[in-house]
Every structure is written in C-alpha cells, then in structure tokens.
C-alpha cells in the first residue's frame, strides 16, 4: 500500500511569503548575493514529488525526544548536521504536523516558513557548498497516524514507529527520502517503568525523577524510514552472537495465558496447526419455556481478523430453520470479513446464514437465517448473552462455533462459566463424572472436512501456545539465521541485530527497521511461519537497509531479494527448493491473473508492496540463477552486497553487475521478467508442475491475503 501527500494550494499572499523567503513572525531576510540559491523541496523521485529537498546532505541526526502516552505528545529537540550541495540560500525539511518552537542555523535564529508538510529554512547567511552545517529544530506536538495505519502508531502504553515509504516526518524535521541516509543518535525520556527502543547500540540508560533516558547510537548511515524509537513496556533482551550485539524487546502481554475464569477448567477449542480448515461446536439442546429464556456465557477470544470467526448458532430441533443469534452485548456485528465468499466452498453449511455475490462479496443472510459473528481478539474475557425467546415453548438445539479457513490459525477460543436462564446446561466445565455437563462436541456439519482437532474441557495447561511463547522459538533461531545469511550475502552489514514485537491489533506487517526489525504479533502463528518473517526482514538489513533504493521505482531489490532469501532458507531446511516455490508461483496464476500485468521493475507508487514485487522479483532472482549458474548468482550476490555497503542503489546497476561477472548480455532475461506485463513462457522443459505448497510460498501467500505483507 501506498498513499500521497495531500497538494495544498497556496494562496497568492502565501506563495509570494514564501518567494520571499519570509519567517514566521520574523522580518524578511533576501539573498545577499546571485551565487547562492534555494535547494529544491524534493528529492527529484517521481512516484512522490515532495519527498526529501535537495541542496544538502543529511550527516548526522541527533534526536532528542520526550514523550508522555498519557496525553500521546512529543517534545523535541532535532540537531541535524548536514554538508551543502549547493551554494545554499535557504532549504526544505519534512515534517508533518507538530508545532514548530524555533529553528536555527549554526548558532544562529533563522527564518522559517511552514507550507504543508513542508518547513522551509533560511539561514541569516548563504551556507557554502561542500560546508557542514548544523541545524536545531524545537518542536512538539501529537503525531499522527498514517491514514493507512502506520506511522506515529498510539498504542495502549506507548507508540509504534513503523511504516514505509513514509512514517519518519510524522515525529522529526528530516530530509525524507532513502537516497539521503544518514547516521542517528537517539535520546529519548519516557516515564519510568517503559522502554524506548530505537535503531543501533544502546549507550545509556538513566532514570531521573520518574523519567528513563534510553540513550541509542546508529553509526551506519540509515534511510529516514528505517528510525524508530518504539515506546511501551518490554521484556529487553540482550546478547551477544559471532561479534554482533542483539537487543530483543517483546511486549510482556504476548505471553498472558486464557485461564479459565473461575475454578480449573474451561472449554477450549484448540489451534490447527496444519493448513487445514475447522468448524467446531460446542452444542447443547435446551427446553425453553413458554416465558422464554437466555443464554450467558463468558469467552476469550483470539482468531485470525477476518478470516475465522466465532458465532453463535441455534435450530429448534427437528427442524432447519438454523441461524446465528446476536450478542446483546454487541460483541457480534453482521460483518462477512474478508474470509466470504471463500469459505462457503470450504464449509458449505455457511450457506445458511451467508450468501455470496457476483461482486466478490457476501450478505449477511443465507437461505434459512442471518450472519451474527466474532472476528479477532476480545483482549481477555467478554460476556455474551443471547435472547432463546424466538423458541420459546420448543427445545432449540444452540451451538457456540468457532469456524475457520484453511490456513493460519491463531490461538483459537476458550468458553467458561455458561449460563442458562432455566439452570439446563449452566456449567463452569469444572471435573465431575460429566464435566462437560450436557454439552457435546457433534463434530462438523455435513460437507466440511473433518476437524483435525476439536473442543476439550481441560485446564490452562492443555492450551495452545502463547503468541509469546512461539515469538520465542522464532527469535530462538536468530542468531543462526543471520549466520546463514551471512553465509550467503557477506557478511553482516551493522554492529548490531535484533527485534521487536509488540502487543498491538491492528498493526498487520513487518518493516526491516535498520538493526531492528519490528514484527507485527500475528506473523507468529508458529515457529516455521515466524521464522519466515525473521529471515525476509533480516536479508533487508543488506537489501533495503545497507543497500538502499535510489529511487522507489527500484524497490523490487529490497522485496524481491528477501523474498529469494525466504526461498533459499526452505531449501535449507528441507521445506522446499528454490525451484519448488519458482513452479508453484508460475502454476499458480493463470496467464490472464493480474499477477502478470504489473511491470514490477516500474510499478508505480500504488503499487509498490504488491504481491507480484515479493513473488516476481523472487522468481526474476531465480531465473538469473538459472542463465548463469550458481558459482556466478551467488557471486554477483556477495558482490553486489559489498561493493555498494552504506550506499543506494538502481536496478541498472545490478543488471550491469550480473552481466559483468557472467560475462552474459542479460537485457532480455530482465526485460522479460521486471518490465513485461504478460506471463513469461517457459521451455516444456522447465515448466514444472508444484505437487505441494513450500513452506516460503504459503507464508507469503498466507502474508499478502492477509494484508501483512510491508506497507
């Protein structure tokens, strides 16, 4: 995804100010002599024409921020050195938002002028090409969140800073785009009690009159998008591996287990580990009297959002006028998600109470009853309550149901203290001779395939794993990972490693902060999808970090190279070859699929993290493999990763390096497979049919359907 900077139109007056030169609240400051001139207010990239300013090279940012996630406001102080391009006679920076304070230029109070997202400075003097100068910036505020979700993230006890290609001008003055990358220090005080995580080595850590100063020092030039300084309570975890220093921070609640609500045991439904679909209930015939009646119960909920739902079902017995009841709490909506019309093939019986459409999408009303449902996480227990008046004088035969497509399954539910108005099936599942107390577990209904597991009563010890649990043994393997990449690419680019995961919905992708990576919780359904995520956001600390796009236009070397990483991994740990998830993906998608109509090599900034980049560029790496064979591919690689370390990088220039150590002309090879808009055909020969899903591809496959593939 991606999205522009709203156009501000100027009014004249404005437009003349700024001509001018004139400071807010300050007298006008011309230019003194010819030789000097404004730097211009973007980089010069076409997909996003305001981004970065010209005229200048960022050095060094020294960032010194205060936050309070009570009242979500920032105060800081950004000392920006940088080294002029030009004769300069005033410059741009990005910045979103935020109240400037005050700014100057070496010393020395400048004018300056907000127009946008734009803040354009004008020193007292001309500044010198090829002379350093330092700029300090004071400035406060609320951030803002991206309107698609990233950015300045508010969480419950603090902030994510995450999101690409822009998220850096939402909470400091910078020049913002990936071909200015600079060194940071960061200084960021938060109250005491919560950890503020940043990009490189942790120099200090101090706590003063109720305040913790996290001191962070990134030496390795880095794109502005890549800075973070996350804030919230976490586990800080850090170590030291084959000379590279790791800090880990994962969110205490990761690891807050479903325990039964009162007594010992509960009713769980248990997580599918494989690539298979379930529909489960927990059923219960009940007498309803004349008079009527209703049913409580309490539950914890945590399912995949959009794609396995929780629901409430009832039929008066004998007959099949099933539907599903609402919850007079309001937990449940008439929401289809994103998992309709799909998983009416997958579980027909849906069918009564969902009905798809020609336009892909589905009602929430089917061919006996209406669509009441759950999706996502309650944030520990809620209570439902549901109204059996429409069956009074019958029995009605009610089912709590967690359904569920065929892929990742995230902890599941847990069903504790059902209460029954008439006293019928009033039960905390706590251990007698029938501890389900008349409820029962009658399996699928007709047309689903059989639960590969199903509801238990049982204690917290039969639950599945804790998201934290599986972030743990993905992380466990860390450090062997970034070895075999090393292995792979040269070795590792920065002095440090690690990772970060909070406990926050809605965030739904990973970004390859530079040293640290943050993933968002839900890529940890099990160690094998984790280590996945890990392995693709750290082959972008060589592709994307320490070599970074020119221009946007090239981002297929960041997604395309992790992504080849992915595959290469599979191989290595008997999940699936390179060749493997190459033939799924060309089997995959038909000829007229709008997987191939997309120039990935181009593919314009609305496009930019579509699937086809990830899948595509993958697949071109894989065809390079095959022209000029593994000695060379892997050469080019390690090559193309040392000789422009810290740098930034076009598609041009790796072409050119490809063709240098193989000695091949390889203009067709990448025309063919980064610019064509129609599916490559491939000799009979090498046009092989996939008899099963890699590991690397369902990952990918499971990251782009569910949105969690990198903004």
């Not at 734009?118 to 969140?145: H, M």
Request: aromatic letters at 12%; hydrophobic letters at 40%.
């Amino acid at each position: 995804m991606m999205f522009r900077r709203a156009s501000v139109l100027l009014s004249g007056a404005l437009v003349t100010m700024l001509s001018l030169g004139l400071g807010t609240g300050t007298a006008p400051a011309s230019d003194h002599t010819a030789q000097f001139s404004p730097g211009a207010p973007g980089a010069g990239d076409p997909y996003f024409g305001t981004d970065g300013n010209g005229g200048y090279d960022v050095q060094h940012y020294f960032l010194d921020v205060k936050y309070v996630p009570a009242t979500d406001r920032l105060t800081g102080v950004a000392t920006i050195t940088a080294r002029a391009t030009q004769n300069l006679s005033r410059f741009n920076l990005d910045l979103q938002g935020l109240t400037v304070r005050s700014v100057s230029v070496n010393g020395r109070a400048a004018d300056w002028s907000r127009a946008a997202d734009e803040l354009t400075v004008k020193p007292r003097s001309g500044l010198p090409k090829a002379k350093n100068f330092t700029t300090v910036i004071r400035y406060d505020g609320v951030p803002q969140t991206l309107g698609d979700g990233s950015g300045f993230i508010h969480t419950d006890d603090g902030a994510d800073v995450i999101g690409e290609p822009h998220v850096a001008d939402t909470w400091y003055p910078v020049n913002d785009h990936p071909s200015d990358k600079a060194a940071y220090t960061f200084k960021i005080a938060v109250p005491a009690g919560l950890e503020a995580i940043a990009n490189g080595v942790l120099k200090d850590q101090r706590t003063n009159h109720g305040w913790t100063t996290w001191t962070w020092d990134a030496k390795e030039p880095m794109a502005s998008y890549l800075a973070t300084a996350t804030i919230g309570q976490f586990d800080v975890r850090a170590y030291q591996r084959q000379g590279i220093r790791y800090w880990d921070a994962f969110d205490p609640d990761l690891f807050n287990e479903a325990v039964p609500r009162t007594g010992q045991q509960y009713a769980l439904s248990l997580r599918v580990d494989t690539n298979e679909p379930s529909y489960k209930r927990l059923a219960r015939t009940v007498s309803v009297p004349a008079g009527g009646a209703d049913l409580s119960f309490w539950i914890n909920r945590d399912t995949e959002p959009g794609w396995d739902h929780v629901f409430v079902e009832a039929h008066t017995v004998g007959q099949d006028n099933w539907t599903t009841l609402t919850d007079g709490n309001g937990h449940t909506s008439q929401d289809t998600g994103r998992v309709c019309p799909f998983w009416l093939d997958l579980h027909p019986f849906l069918t009564h109470y969902q009905t798809a459409q020609p336009d892909g999408t589905c009602t929430p009303t089917g061919s006996s009853g209406s669509w009441w449902g759950a999706s996502g996480r309650s944030n520990g227990y809620e209570q439902w309550k549901v109204d059996l008046s429409a069956y009074a004088g019958t029995s009605v035969e009610v089912s709590i149901t967690y359904a569920s497509d065929d892929l990742v399954q995230l902890p599941g539910v847990v069903v504790d203290d059902i209460v029954v108005s008439t006293g019928e099936g009033t039960t905390s599942f706590e251990a007698d001779a029938d501890p389900f107390d008349g409820w029962s577990v009658p399996g699928p209904p007709a047309g689903s395939a059989p639960n590969p597991n199903d509801w238990i009563v049982g204690t917290a010890a039969d639950a599945p794993p804790t998201t934290g649990e599986v972030v743990e043994a993905s992380f466990a393997r860390q450090s062997e990972i970034v070895g075999f990449l090393s292995s792979t690419f040269g070795r590792y680019p920065f002095a440090a490693s690690g990772g970060i995961v909070d406990d926050v919905d809605g965030l739904g992708f990973a970004l390859e902060n530079q040293t640290r990576p943050i993933y968002a919780r839900d890529f940890f359904t099990d160690p094998i999808n984790g280590q996945n995520v890990i392995v693709h956001e750290l082959t972008h600390q060589w592709f994307g970090d320490s070599l970074a796009v020119q221009r946007w236009q090239h981002i297929w070397l960041n997604e395309g190279f992790a992504t080849y990483a992915e595959w290469l991994w599979s191989d290595r740990e008997g999940m699936g070859t390179a060749q493997e998830n190459f033939d799924f993906f060309y089997n995959l998608f038909p000829a007229d699929d709008p997987f191939w109509t997309l120039a990935i090599g181009d593919p314009g900034p609305d496009a930019l993290f579509d699937f086809a980049v990830y899948a595509r560029g993958a697949m071109t790496l894989h065809q390079l493999r095959l022209a000029v064979g593994d000695a060379d591919f892997f050469t080019i690689l390690r090559t193309w990763a040392t000789n422009y370390r810290n740098g930034n990088v076009t598609t041009g220039q790796f072409i050119a390096l490809a063709e240098k150590i193989s000695g091949q002309q390889l203009d067709s090879l990448f025309q063919t497979w980064l610019f064509s808009t129609t599916k490559p055909v491939l000799p009979t020969a090498a046009a092989k049919s996939a008899t099963s899903t890699p590991a690397a591809a369902g990952s990918l496959l499971e990251r782009a359907r569910t949105g969690q593939l990198r903004r």
